[in-house]
Each structure stands twice: as structure tokens, then as C-alpha cells.
């Protein structure tokens, strides 16, 4: 291969660090009006009457919306249960839930006729936390959901509908049987867990322009779902999918936020009532209460025998999935899926749930559900060992599932080597040298913790379809719907199709995304684009390849057995002729053009329980080395070492660009990031007070190995690796922190306050 | 047939009456400058020295740009002969001609960047008109012309080049042997005829935003040849077509002016140097300095019987072709092929010629020299029959084509009625009772004419490629490289296209034009989009109708032949399905889309000696009645009668309007709009100077006839005809002019001045 595995410029590159790319803030269009969204300044309440003729009298506003004119053909949305509105109807469910919305000739004016609106409030009594949810006779954040009994979903497992509760949404999943393995086992031990809800906060919030006069609506959109958007769109106002029509621009990061509907279908009302295109830009304090990670609360009870076998576990997992469901319901069958780690475990028994809180709505967030469990997992693995006065290092080896071995019930079974792959990082991080407690109490301690992970990755029964064209100068062009959101697809794909056509890099391009043109997607998500798009990408690269040899062979009257590509040129015997001759000789005066397609969907299985097993598993292992001030509490990784399988690598220097993106994603959680709320008003929900990993909390040794075990469904045997990176690092980080302070914090993030009031009670003993 | 023949609302109607439909200068990028052009003021020059020093110091400009820092793989370009530079290297050959170009923070920063940039001139001499050029030992436009030789088309009869001479392109065509010819007859006739250059005047003079960062160059363009751009520009800059995107929004009107480059090369270069995207957009004064028209001089010979009977016809029609060739050739070629009009002439001999100048250069417009040389036979067939004292009808009547009848030998033959035509017309406009020079002399006097023209339509040998999509709620796309100039093609196109598929109109819509998702087109010119790209359109619809009954019949569990499609629905028996249905149960849980794809082109056919038949044949006929103020010489048009053939009427009323608006491009030639030079200075290229027909310069009664013979090669026998109205109106006026006044002038346009010289030429005899 001459192409793959070869660090071949970002086809982005030049665009981006120039500044010339463009995103769909940048738009411009004639008559374009700004828009300005009016927010719920109470966690929960019913909404009276809404007067806005003061707004509307204020000139440069050319449209007000809210329910009372938003007319829509419904108001309800959601991926999996339509639970929001694009306007709030009856309630409000949280601070910032959004009532109203003002378009004008800039965003001053919008502003300033936002705080001409009167909305009638009478304020309900609200739920935050996981447990006030659940209290008996909770307060409900939505009374009547037709649609949550009806997820128009459900991969394995089952999942289970709670009336008249909080909860949105219940997975169980089971196998053995739990109650016979502790019974069987030496020792069972239970121990809780909880993790934060942090922010997306790509460096571009939510933005979209529409342009609807009624018939046609076309929105330029920062999204990750093109397709499921137009579909919620051509719902929300009863129009065909041929007249709607999404075309995404570069995305300045997206991490899960930009899935579904956020400003299109405002931007839409208003737009149409307008009279003009309106571009509705959310700043990054609303990003804050647009979406977060769902927090979760976990409990894991495991039965070991003497020597560190794992005969059981069960597990509970609650994520406070805030006011809305958004994609939450997946993320709690995900997150509940994967909680009893990548351990050989003969009873397993989880029940993830999602709950209804007056807090920002949760949903997809790189990783989706597999930080959370996976701190609990290898948190827990580490306590373990050390109540049997086992090395962590060798209990996971003990456990840990060999390549082939199954992860749960007729799903795919683990395509790497896991064990391969700790035993590299512990080498690497100098576990056999480390000692427990080191230094004196009072200076700073130095500890290292390692943590191994897994998640099902490539998404649940995905097609995917691309489409490969070559030019009448023998230049080829992709188009796929996979949104490039930053993660270098559009380089590993253009990879993906040079490499099957023999062709120049720079003879490749691929085209922008625009739901008229791009064959359908159902969104760029869960690590699939290499892995499973890339599939798709080289069947129609390999489709457009035998008709161009056919088309060559015609024209150099060879059969095409006896034809090669080789580096743009086609190569028959002594003959040898450019891509651009065999195209213009083979369509001579017509001029035209090869259009070669590919689909590509892993197997369904109906004859196992989960139906659709997973692509691939998307592995994160880590190992860090921390240094605690035992006067603040303040902890530092000196050294981290990441390390996930690619399966084969497309571009190494993206493989790794993104595993080291993710250990900082997780570097951020273990350390410092959470969303705060007093009384039900998010309280650190800006870019000042939100603590985010700066460039000086980077490690000082930053190393990420990346394996290529080729077991991956995509090209080459590519796997997805965007989230595994940070899986493993909130574990790692806080296995380390015990490692050298002795004392057990099972939450994260582990900021100085909380680490420094640990080391006092450790002092005070 | 449901939605064929009906006037189903314009797919672009409320997007263009509401202001919000998108033009290419209606877009605004980040960042993006301005650029504004420096042109010759010297109709012919030697350039020197080029000092774009001061200009380039300016605050504010971004860039400044001559031959000097071009950056091209090639500075030459052109349809037919690459003598055009996207900026003038070393001569400069009519005033207007660009030398630079300045790209600022805004228009009038680069307005007065242009100030200051210093051009050395050698002025040479020059030539403006054909005699001047065709003259022995004339200037030479261009000296050396590598790109002439090999002109690369070439249909039918012969083209000839003349070395080291002002003759672009000379075009013969012959049938028979003319000079037998001549001796059978019993009169020989010969004249000669005057038609000027006019200006295309589209509302939305030439614009296009490029954003070029050396490695891609995207633009969007208002032209009307978007895949014949992209081609000049991978061979200017040396890209793969997969490296330049061509995206045309809406255009505001072309007429032939907006093919081939314009703006987009020296927009490229500027952004390139620039680092952004640079919008050039000309005004209407520079657009009158781009293209026009070409000017014409004929000379027809005719040899006829006593009787009225064609014998013989010589032809010779000089073109000025401007500075430029441009589509000169081809329009050179076209009014030479059509020069001896729908007439049956055992002998036949044209020589066309296109002639440089150093005037602004001549190309494509509207009628493709088919309105020159039609004054010129249609003013001709009544000055014979004056001659021979026949009425002008009944000499047309007797030798005017047959359905079915031979044009020229091997062409398509005569596909529609032109004597019914004829017929039609002469008793609208009231033939019968006309007088000769009716009433008396110094009072306003009233005269009939009426002309009988034919254009081969439909283009050479033009390949035509559609997709028809139907998305996953059944709904359809249609994607085509036809451009909607105002013409109405997507509303016909979406026509045919629920007709195919037996859904209403409004579920289907028509995909924005993009070089990278749309097929493969050669532009949209020759009136053949309908006729053309219809039938591409029928099949892809068709194709996709195909597969999507094959789905249904899978759904069904029934047979292809047992279904039926009905108003959007699925029927099969008693079972009746929606396409959404039908589509979902088919594509189930991936979803999908169904691809369809049409190709069409019309046959080629080696052995005749022209080898490809024109697709169709276009007619325009028309009758007038004029009113002559004969104390000012102010024609006044009181009734104008056009027929056209349409073969079959997608969309009657668009029909009606494309008629109407070839008619008064027609009116707008006879009676005002003429291109005014002095000493190479064009003196009436603005808005102000240059006179078009305006609303009440329309005939008070204004009657368009459309036949509908069925015999086209387009969707249900459709033809084009947005050209064919334009043929005969300069002739019917001025053969009515001479009814009224008894004069005959051979050129127009009919201005007060000239007509009243004349009166004054009678009144003083």
C-alpha cells in the first residue's frame, strides 16, 4: 500500500490554519436577521401568558416567536423519545429552557427585545439530583410522555418503561445468573461511584442559518446529524424531505453536542415569519445549557474467588439525564451495557437508568456512558485487589478477556489484545517500580494507577453509503455523510479512495456535505466514520475502479486482467496512458463522468439476542503518574501513557492526535471539570468559570500507543479509535492519587479541595 | 396526463418575488474582499511597463494583480480559440480590455486603488468595422494565433482559417451548384442587409465570489456554463476538476452572455494572493465592455422563376466578431447554416465569416445569429416579390418548407407546419385587408408585415445527464446541470418528473447546481433544456420509477405488472400504499434512497455528411402592424402576432412568457438598441445611453400562438422554443414599415432619424 498508513496532508489544512474555511457562523445572506433567544430564568414552572407585543413594536425586530405563533405542524421532537419543543408550550423544565425568540437586524436589537418580553410565570417545585428524582412523590418533570413508551429503539437487553415517574428510560442487562455467582464466590464486594456532568465546549457553539419562505427550508447548520435533522425538521413542519434541505459547512467540534435539532427549528419559525434568512448563533454560556454529559451515580458489586477470579457482578448505573431525554436513553443502554468491563464474568446483572431532572439536558458526549462505568469498573477493580492484597496489574491480567473471547451474548467478540496492550503500558508508566505511599507526609507524593477499558463501538446498525466519482480529467471526488467535525476523516477517506484507485492524493477531494446531494447517513457518531463509513468509501472507490478498468480495457482493447493503475497512469503491456486519456477516449465528445457506489453495513444477526452485534471494540488503556501536593491537595500528572487499538492505521499522525485529544477530554474530568448548580441555576456554565485542562496541565511525558491488531470492519481492517483515549484516565488518575496518598476517592473530578480534605482525615487518624 | 400541460406554480416563484432567493452577489464570506478591474482606454496598444506599486501601498487593498504576478499554468482561454488572457499580457485590443485587478476591504478602496496603478501604452492603429479589417495591409487584431488552426468542434459544411488576416472563422456550406443555379432562373436578385450589435442587458450583470487557497478554488459564479468554467479553470491553474467547484446560485438572466469565464479567473488569482475570498462583481457599464452581439453585413442572391419558384440562393454573412472570438465561431457557423432560411433552394452557398476588431469582443446572444441573417432573407423574400409583384405571402406559402421536407442534406428534417404557421398569423394580424402606403403623406401611416424564420435548436451534439433521487419519505429530487436563468426549466423539469412518477408537484424539488454533485453537463444554451435535458430527466425519472416499483412489488409480495402509482400512491389491488411506506418498509431500519439515472443525447449518425442532426427545429414567425409618424419617423408597433412550435406545452403560461420575451428582444433590435461606437469608444454602454423597448414600447395588442406538432426530441414530443420568437420580429417590422411608407430600409434598428430621412428621401423625389 503507498497511501494508507502514510501521513498524508490534511485535506483541510491549508482551508482551516488560513482561516478560510467556513462555518456556518460566517454566513452571510442577503437580508439576513439575528436572532436572539429569551431563556427560562427558573428551573421549573408553568408558563402563563407570553406578551411580546413590545418587542415586536421595537424597530429593527422583523419577527418574534414563541408558542403562540411558532405554527408547526408539531411541536414535539426528540431522537429517541419527543419529549422538547422547539418553544416551550405549558412548562418550563429547566433554567434555560428556551420560551421565546426574537429575530432583528443585529444582535444588539434582538438582545435588547428579548428583555421586552413578559412571560407569566407560576414556579413548580423542582428536582436536580439523581435521588430527589426518585423520592417518592418526586415532583414530575414531565407528567404525560406518550412518546417515552414507544423508544423507537432498543438493541439487546431490555428496556423498561416507568410510568409516572422520573425515570426516562431503563436498560437491564443480564447474563447468568448473579444471585447463584455471589453465592459461589469467596468475597463480594460493593462499592459506589459517581462522575460529573461536563461540557462538550467545542470552540463553536450551536449556529445555523435557515432561509424558509413556507415551502422550501434550507439550513446551513453546525451539526453532526444532517440527515436525522432534516427528518425532525420535515416532521416539525410537514414538509417533504425534497424540500428540505441541510448543508453542513465545516464544524468547529462537535463531541456528541451537535446531534439533532438545537437552533434549526427556531431559526426556521422565525425565518419564515421574517420574511428572511435568520441566523440564530447560541454564545457559550447557552452551549452550557443547551446539552452536557449526563452525571452518574454507580454501584458495583463484584464476587471474586480467593485468588482474584471474577465469578459475578451487578451493577447499577443512574445518569441524570436533566429536563430532556435527548439521546440519553442510548447512552443508558450503552453505558449500562458496558458497565461490568472487559472481564471474563460467568453472572453479570446491570440496570442503567436515565432520570429526569430540572437541570441542562444530557445526552451523547464522546464516550457515551463509557467514562462513567468505566471509572467505577477500574476503580473498583483496584479496591478489590487490594482487599485481597492482589497487584492491580495482575488482577486485570487475570480477568481480562483474550481476543475472541465474548464480551456479552452473541455479540462481536473482543477483536484486539488486551492484555498485550496492558502489559505495554505498565512497562511503559514503571508500575514494577512503584511504591505504595511514597515520600513523607506533608511534601509531595508521587503514585502511579493504570486502568483498561473497553466500549462497543461503531454505533448499533448503521448503514452507511458513499458515493466515489471520477472526473471526465480522471480526477475523483467522494461524497459521504459523515460530517467532518475536526477528527481528519475527510483525509483517512480520501486515503481510503487513492489508495483503491491508485491515484495522487492530491488527484482526490471530497466533497461538502448537503443533504440534497450526499447519499444518506444517520449522523457521524460513536467512532464510525473510518470504521464503517471508510467500508462504504472503499466499496465505492472499488466500484468506480472496475468500471473505469472496464472502461479502459475497452478503450486499449485488453482484457482487464490485464490492465494495471498504477499511480494515476494505466499501464497495459508497454502501453500506458493517463486516467484523463482512458476517460475522455472512453466518452469522447459526450464528456462524462464514472459514478461509483458503495453501501455498507455490518451483518445483522438475527439469530443472536442483541440482534445487531457491535462493529468493533474501541479499547482505552491508561497508565498515569501523579504527583499530589499534600499541602493543597493539588494534583499533577507527570506522566500519562494512553494506549488503543486502530486496527490498522490510516493516517498515524491523526490516530494519534485523536487518542491524545480524548486523554485530554479525560484528563479534564479526572481533574477539574463539573457542572455546578445552586438551587437549580448552573453556576460555573461560562468559559471564565468553567476549569477546562489548559495546555500547562498537559504531562509533562504524554505518550499514546496505538496498536494495529486489523481485527476492525473498516478498510484495511480499521477500527474506530476517536473515544477509547478516555476511558481509562479518570481510573488511571485516581488509581494513582491512591497510589501515592493511601486513601480511596471514588468521584472525580479530583480537585484540590477535595483531594487536600482526604489527606486531613488521613492526617487527623 | 395530470401534471403535464398544466400550470403548476413556478418552483422558484416565492423565493424570487419575496427577495429571498440567492444571487452570487448576494453572498458574503468571512473575510472577503472586493475587487474591481482596470481596463484599457486605448482600443489597441502595446502594454509596458505595469506599476502596481502605489496601488498595492494603498490601505486597505489585499491584493493587486496584472500578467505580472498572474501565477497561471496558462493566461490564454477561450470556447474555441484560446486568444482571450485572464489579463492582457502584451497588447490590449478594445477599450475595455482588463490589465489588472485590485481586490480591497470594499469596492470603492479598489475603485481608487485602480487610480493608481501606472500602464505604459504604445498605441497602435486600429480597425472597428469589417471593412476596415477585411481591408489589405489592416492592423492585425491578433498577429499570431496558434489556437485558430484547430478550432475543436466542427459540424458540417467546412470551416476555413485565413493566416495573417482579421478572419476569425469562415464557415461554407453549400448544396447543389449555385451558379447553374443562377443561369436556370429567370431573375437574379441580390441585396444587402444591416443588423446591429445589441447588448444582452440581464438584469444581474456578470459576478462571481472565488475563494482559491492554491490548493482548491471554489466559486460561485452567475454563469450559465458551470462545468465548461470549471474546465477552463483546472486548465488554467492547473487543478483536477475534483480541486474546483463551479456552484451556480439563482442567475439573473444570461441570454449568452454568461458562458464561459468572465470573472472567475482574475477573482481566483486575487483570492489567491489575497488569502480570501474575493468577490468581483462588473457593473452594468463593464458588462456592456464584456460581450455583445455580434454585428452583422449580408449580402443574399437569389435566383428565382418568374412564377415566385427558389432556384438558387448565395449568401455571404460577415460578423463582427469584436476583439475576442469568444462563441463568435460557432455563431459564425450557426448564421451561415441558417443564412438561406425554410426555404426549398435546389442550390445553395454561404460563406460566413467572424471578423476580430477592436471592439468589444461578440459571442452567444439569444437567437445564435439566427435574428441577423433572418432580416436579412425575410426583408429579401419581399423585396423579390415586390419585384415580381407577388404578394409576400403567398411567395412564402410557395416555397416554404413541408413537414418532413429537408432543411439541409442530412439534417433532421422540417419537424413541425410552418405553412399553418404562416397561415395562422396572416389572418391574426389581417393580411388580407392590408393597404399599400396607407393614408396620406405627413400623417401617421400604418403598414403590415410579416416574417417566417427557422434556427436548428437544441445544440451539437450535446450530451444531456439527470439523477433522480426519491428520499426515504418517498418524496423526490431532481438534480440536473441545466442552470435556471429566470427560464422556467427547474418548474418544467419538476413536471416531468411527478408526471413520471405520478406524484404531486410539490413533493418534488430540483437540487441547487454544483460541479461537485451535479452530472455532467456542457451548459445551458440552444433552447435545449427542456427538449434536451428533458428526456435526460424522463429517464432518470423513469429509471427511478423502475426500481422504486420493483421495491414496491417486494413489499407487496406482488408483481411489477399488478401495480399501479396514483397520485403519490402505491396501488395494487385493493391494498394502497403510500411511497413513504413503500420506501420505509422496503429500506426498513437503514434507510435509504433510491438513485435514479437518465442520459440522453440525440443520435448521432455518421453517415450523413453533417453527422449530428440538429435534435430539433425552432420557428419563429411573426406579423406586425406598425404605425409611422411620418413627421418624426417614430415605427410605433400597434399588433404583433408570434407562433412558435413547442411540440407539446410542458408548462403552457412559462411557455407563453418565453415567446413574449423573444419577441421583445426582437422589438428591442428593430427599433432601438444598437452598440455606438466612435473612434473605438463604445459612447452608449450605460444604463442611461442604451435604449431598450420598455413597457409602453409594447404593441397594444400582443398575441403569442403556440402549436403544439409533437415532433421534438423532448419528453412527450416537446421542443424548444425560447429563441424562436426573437427571428422574425426585426423583419416583419421593417416589411410593415415598408407597407406603410413604401421605402425599404435594409438595416435596423428602425430609429425616428433613419426612418424619417427616408420619408424625407420620398417626400423630396
Not at 94 to 99: F, I, K, L, T
Request: aromatic residues 8%; proline residues 5%.
Amino acid at each position: 500500500m503507498t497511501v494508507i498508513g502514510t501521513n498524508v496532508p490534511r485535506i483541510d489544512g491549508v482551508e482551516k490554519v488560513s482561516g478560510q474555511g467556513l462555518y456556518a457562523g460566517d454566513l452571510r445572506l442577503p437580508g439576513m436577521a439575528y436572532a436572539k433567544v429569551l431563556r427560562s430564568p427558573l428551573p421549573h414552572a408553568r408558563v402563563g401568558r407570553i406578551d411580546v407585543s413590545k418587542a415586536a413594536a421595537l424597530p429593527g425586530v422583523v419577527a418574534v416567536v414563541s408558542r403562540d405563533n411558532l405554527n408547526v405542524a408539531s411541536n414535539a421532537f426528540g431522537a429517541y423519545v419527543r419529549d422538547q419543543q422547539v418553544l416551550a408550550t405549558d412548562k418550563v423544565r429547566y433554567v434555560g429552557d428556551m420560551v421565546a425568540a426574537v429575530a432583528a437586524v443585529d444582535e444588539a436589537r434582538a438582545e435588547e427585545a428579548l428583555q421586552l418580553i413578559d412571560v407569566e410565570y407560576e414556579e413548580l417545585p423542582a428536582v436536580y439530583t439523581i435521588d430527589e428524582a426518585l423520592r417518592e412523590n418526586a415532583p414530575l418533570v414531565h407528567e404525560n410522555l406518550a412518546g417515552r413508551k414507544d423508544p423507537h429503539y432498543g438493541r439487546g437487553g431490555a428496556h423498561i418503561v416507568h410510568d409516572r415517574s422520573n425515570i426516562c428510560f431503563h436498560f437491564r442487562h443480564q447474563r447468568g445468573a448473579v444471585d447463584q455467582g455471589f453465592r459461589a464466590s469467596d468475597f463480594v464486594f460493593e462499592d459506589t461511584f459517581s462522575f460529573p456532568s461536563a461540557q462538550h465546549y467545542p470552540m463553536e457553539p450551536h449556529v445555523c442559518v435557515a432561509q424558509f419562505d413556507g415551502e422550501v427550508l434550507q439550513v446551513w447548520s453546525a451539526t453532526q446529524s444532517p440527515f436525522p435533522v432534516r427528518q425532525e425538521l420535515a416532521r416539525v413542519f410537514d414538509l417533504p424531505f425534497s424540500a428540505v434541505r441541510i448543508t453542513v459547512p465545516y464544524v468547529g467540534g462537535g463531541y456528541g453536542a451537535k446531534s439533532g435539532i438545537k437552533t434549526e427549528g427556531i431559526a426556521a419559525c422565525l425565518s419564515r415569519i421574517a420574511g428572511r434568512p435568520v441566523r440564530l448563533a447560541f454564545n457559550a454560556e447557552e452551549a452550557f445549557k443547551t446539552i452536557c454529559q449526563p452525571r452518574a451515580k454507580m454501584a458495583i458489586k463484584t464476587g471474586v474467588k480467593k485468588d482474584g477470579t471474577f465469578v459475578a457482578r451487578q451493577c447499577q448505573v443512574y445518569l441524570n439525564g436533566g429536563a430532556y431525554a435527548n439521546s440519553g436513553p442510548s447512552v443508558t443502554e450503552k453505558a449500562g451495557y458496558r458497565a461490568h468491563g472487559p472481564y471474563r464474568i460467568p453472572h453479570v446483572l446491570t440496570d442503567s437508568y436515565s432520570v429526569y431532572t430540572n437541570t441542562v439536558p444530557a445526552g451523547a458526549f464522546r464516550g457515551f456512558g463509557g467514562p462513567q462505568v468505566a471509572f467505577a469498573y477500574e476503580t473498583h477493580i483496584d479496591m478489590i485487589a487490594q482487599r485481597l492484597d492482589m497487584d492491580g496489574y495482575e488482577i486485570r491480567m487475570k480477568n481480562l478477556l483474550e481476543r475472541g473471547e465474548s464480551f456479552a451474548e452473541g455479540d462481536t467478540p473482543i477483536d484486539c489484545d488486551l492484555k498485550a496492550g496492558l502489559k505495554r503500558i505498565a512497562e511503559a508508566v514503571g508500575w514494577q517500580s512503584k511504591e505504595q505511599n511514597n515520600g513523607p507526609a506533608g511534601s509531595k507524593r508521587k503514585g502511579i494507577g493504570i486502568a483498561t477499558a473497553v466500549k462497543d463501538g461503531g454505533g448499533t446498525n448503521k448503514p452507511a453509503n458513499a458515493v466515489v466519482k471520477i472526473f471526465n480529467d480522471g480526477s475523483a471526488l467522494l461524497s459521504t455523510g459523515s460530517v467532518e467535525i475536526g477528527q481528519g476523516m475527510r483525509t483517512a477517506f480520501l486515503q481510503v479512495v487513492a489508495e483503491e484507485l491508485a491515484m495522487p492524493p492530491e488527484r482526490v477531494r471530497v466533497a461538502a456535505l448537503d443533504t440534497h446531494y450526499t447519499p444518506f447517513d444517520k449522523g457521524t457518531n460513536a467512532s464510525s466514520a473510518t470504521s464503517i463509513m471508510g467500508q462504504a468509501v472503499q466499496k465505492a472507490a472499488q466500484d468506480a475502479r472496475g468500471q473505469f478498468l472496464a472502461a479502459a480495457a475497452a478503450v486499449l482493447h485488453a482484457s482487464i486482467s490485464d490492465i494495471r493503475l498504477d499511480n494515476g497512469m494505466v499501464v497495459c503491456g508497454e502501453q500506458k496512458l493517463s486516467f484523463a486519456e482512458v476517460m475522455q477516449r472512453h466518452f469522447r465528445d459526450t464528456e462524462g463522468e464514472i459514478w461509483g457506489r458503495g453501501f455498507f453495513k455490518f451483518p445483522r444477526d438475527d439469530n443472536v439476542p442483541l440482534g445487531c452485534p457491535s462493529p468493533f471494540w474501541e479499547i482505552g488503556l491508561g497508565a498515569a503518574e501523579v504527583e499530589v501536593d499534600c499541602e493543597t491537595g493539588q494534583v499533577k500528572i507527570l506522566r500519562y501513557v494512553s494506549l488503543t487499538d486502530a486496527g490498522k492505521m490510516i493516517h498515524p499522525l491523526q490516530c494519534h492526535a485523536q487518542d491524545e485529544g480524548a486523554a485530554v477530554f479525560g484528563l479534564g474530568q479526572a481533574l477539574f471539570e463539573d457542572l455546578i448548580y445552586q438551587g437549580g441555576q448552573l453556576v460555573n456554565g461560562s468559559l471564565v468559570d468553567y476549569r477546562l485542562p489548559r495546555f500547562d496541565d498537559l504531562p509533562e511525558s504524554f505518550t499514546t500507543f496505538i496498536m494495529e491488531g486489523g481485527g476492525g470492519p473498516g478498510p484495511y481492517g480499521a477500527k474506530g479509535m476517536g473515544e477509547g483515549g478516555i476511558l481509562a484516565v479518570a481510573p488511571a488518575v485516581a488509581n494513582a492519587v491512591h497510589n501515592a496518598i493511601g486513601t480511596r476517592i471514588q468521584a472525580v473530578p479530583l480537585i484540590p479541595e477535595v483531594v487536600w480534605k482526604e489527606i486531613i482525615k488521613i492526617k487527623s487518624v
